[in-house]
């Protein structure tokens, strides 16, 4: 299908939802590749990863970029050639791209009960104020799951701990926003994050504050 979904967080940022409905033939044919992402598709076991690589630069295409506007450096962050900041994020059947002139990040996560079970692997701080027993217990986890997701990627540096060095601050699923802290080798670092749901799925976003 065309685009699900446009935000425009502020004047310097745009992100960018994409449903995919299409095949992979659907996908492949009106976009071109560089050889080494052609040959990256090609080696994908999995549909569901070609379709979600190749429904990105179906999103690129909206922002007016091709797959030879994306380069990735050493640590795997994707960089637009022209100095802007993007980040990039598909999950089952959905895809999305954020594009600012601040560093950002973003997350898409389908939500599932089963996130109950790694709780322990990314949350700390967050226990303080999380409740098990409470209805929004699985959406409050897939947030601050997509919140850590967003500030890993927009980091970008080897050794950051989802446990150790992120921490969410307290919110209500009706706030759809929330600051969100790095703590890593004595220095700290503040973002706002946006969060929301659509479809099961949950995204949030995070730039500087």
């Known amino acids: ?95 999305a791209v954020v594009v600012s002139d601040a560093v950002v990040g973003i997350d898409i996560e389908k939500q599932r009960e089963k996130i109950g079970v790694i709780a322990h692997k990314f949350l700390d701080y967050e226990n303080r104020y999380l409740e098990k027993e409470a209805t929004d217990y699985i959406n409050k986890l897939s947030v601050i799951w997509c919140i850590k997701e967003s500030l890993y990627k927009l980091f970008a540096t080897p050794g950051l701990s989802f446990l150790q060095h992120t921490l969410v601050i307290p919110f209500t699923m009706e706030e759809a926003s929330t600051i969100a802290w790095i703590d890593y080798q004595e220095k700290k670092y503040s973002y706002q994050t946006t969060f929301f749901e659509f479809e099961g799925f949950t995204c949030a976003y995070a730039l500087p504050a």
């Open 1 to 95: 299908m065309p685009l699900y979904k446009t935000l425009r967080p502020n004047s310097q940022t745009t992100v960018k939802i994409w449903k995919i409905t299409e095949s992979y033939e659907e996908l492949l044919e009106p976009v071109t590749l560089k050889p080494e992402n052609m040959q990256r598709v090609l080696g994908m076991k999995s549909e569901l990863h070609r379709r979600g690589f190749l429904s990105v630069r179906h999103l690129l295409r909206e922002f007016g970029y091709t797959d030879q506007d994306l380069v990735y450096d050493s640590n795997g962050k994707p960089h637009l050639k022209d100095g802007k900041h993007i980040s990039i994020t598909h999950s089952f059947t959905f895809s």
